[in-house]
Every structure is written in C-alpha cells, then in structure tokens.
C-alpha cells in the first residue's frame, strides 16, 4: 500500500486527499472513478487508489505566550480531547511557544507526558508562531511513521520569531506534513496576510488540512472530525502524462465527481510539489 505522503518518484506522484461534506463531516466510501486531478491545468490519469488507516505521528504545537492567558484552559481542552483518541500505534511530541519555541517532549507513544506536561504550562511572554513551526516540522521528520500531521492551537499573535511569513510558507510547501490549526477565541489578529488568523488558515489550506475557529462547546467536536480525517484519508496515484525535471514548483488540482444522492462535498489537498531536477 503506498505511502500516504506527497511523494515524487521518477514516474510517480501520490497526492492524499480528504473529503467534506458542507458541514465537514469527513466522507469516506469513495472510489477512484469519483476524482479527477490535475498537473498545471493537464488532466492525469489515476493509476493508483488506496485509502489508509495506519499508525499516525501526530506533533502538538500549542501556544503559551501571554496574549493566551484567557484561552490557555481551552487550549488544554483541546489537546487532551486529541491525546483520548489515541491508538497505541500513535506517536506524538510537544512543542510549546511563548517569546523562543522549545520541545518540551519529544516523540513518544506515552501520551501521559504531553497531559501532564500541558496541564502545567504557563501563560507569559511574546509569540514565535513562526519559529514554533519550523522546530515542528524539523522534528516531525524524525518519525518512520507514514502519515505525520501538526496541530497548531493559538489564537494566532506573531510577534517574535526571526523567521519570516514567506519563509515558513517555503518550508511547509516542501515538507509531506499536514497542518491543521485550531484558533482559540479571543485572540490576535495581525495586519500582515501572513500573520494572526490569516497566517493559521493560509497554512493549513496549503497542506491540504483545516482552520478550525474553536469554542469551548466545538474542541471534541473538532478533535473527533481530525482523528477522522488522518485515519481516513484517500491516496490518489498518477504518473505525469508530461513528466518534466525541472526542479520547479507544479501545482495539483483536484476535482469530485460525486455519486448521486449525496450533498455537495469539497476535497482538500496539498497544493503542489516540487518536481526532481536533473
């Protein structure tokens, strides 16, 4: 079964792919007939179809600067909502950020940790959104697990890193790891399209994840909707009909031809990937 990564081989691009009706209840049951994709604009034909329940690595990236001090308790609720639907195949890690990102534990199946370790985390300082996310995605990368995912909870103030917006936006292009993000209440909103709210959902929707606006009544909710949708995602295999090494950025598109009788559905996907280069 392949890899549920974006994965380019010589001949081979694996493209997963999450499916929603308009309330985002994930779908599943569909087949291969039910997608087209697309290179650059250029219909693919798909030669491989799977869809995947594996073991998942799963990084926390939760926030703990002082502009969440209303939402910190929130934001606790929202992770152990996560850690309850574990599998014990599962591997998980912590970053926490405030005014610099540390791992404050790395990966490890004993979810126990990252409960007690949440439960006593602090509110202070300024916010390294940014940062928090580079030093996840380079830790990440350590796990053998195929599918790897982040969850960001903040309420999405940046104000401290010494990366930059188009910069995490290069990393996050390159890397196989999906982004969702949870936005506490009552948070920052920066003016930049980079930062704040804008920041959070401008990443996830590039990896082919969500931004999820997040009450206190919607953290099960949103936690049981992403268990979901990384334990059923769908794999979609093409070989390009116009393969080129150009070492250049090529956009994916994918498009639902539904069965009858169902609701309007929406498919989400990561954008694009690099092409080999000679």
């Not at 940790?113 to 959104?129: D, P, V, W, Y």
């Not at 994840?209 to 979609?236: F, S």
Request: hydrophobic share 35%; net charge negative.
């Amino acid at each position: 079964m392949p890899s549920a990564n974006l994965r380019v081989d010589t001949n081979l691009v694996l493209v997963p792919v999450t499916v929603n009706d308009e309330l985002n209840h994930p779908i599943t049951g569909l087949e291969k007939e039910n997608f087209q994709i697309y290179d650059e604009n250029r219909p693919q034909t798909i030669t491989s179809f799977s869809t995947e329940d594996e073991p998942i690595a799963l990084g926390f990236v939760f926030d703990t600067s002082g502009s969440m001090r209303n939402a910190l308790a929130g934001g606790r609720r929202a992770a152990a909502e996560f850690l309850k639907l574990a599998n014990p195949e599962d591997e998980f890690f912590l970053v926490e950020f405030d005014t610099a990102p540390r791992l404050a534990i790395p990966l490890t199946s004993d979810t126990g940790t990252i409960r007690t370790e949440i439960l006593m985390t602090k509110s202070g300082g300024s916010t390294a959104l940014i940062d928090a996310l580079y030093l996840a995605i380079h830790e990440i990368q350590k796990s053998k697990k195929s599918k790897k995912a982040l969850v960001l909870i903040s309420d999405g103030g940046e104000n401290n890193s010494r990366y930059t917006g188009t910069e995490i936006k290069n990393v996050v292009q390159e890397s196989d790891v999906l982004i969702y993000t949870v936005a506490m209440p009552g948070g920052y909103q920066g003016a930049d399209e980079w930062y704040g709210l804008g920041l959070m959902n401008r990443i996830a929707e590039m990896t082919g994840a969500h931004m999820y606006q997040a009450g206190a009544a919607d953290l099960r909710d949103i936690a049981e909707k992403i268990a979901i949708e990384l334990r059923n995602r769908y794999v979609l295999g093409y070989s390009p009909h116009d393969p080129v090494r150009d070492g250049r950025y090529h956009r994916i598109m994918v498009k639902l031809n539904p069965p009858r009788g169902l609701p309007k559905l929406r498919a989400h996907w990561r954008l694009g990937y690099n092409a080999p280069s000679d």
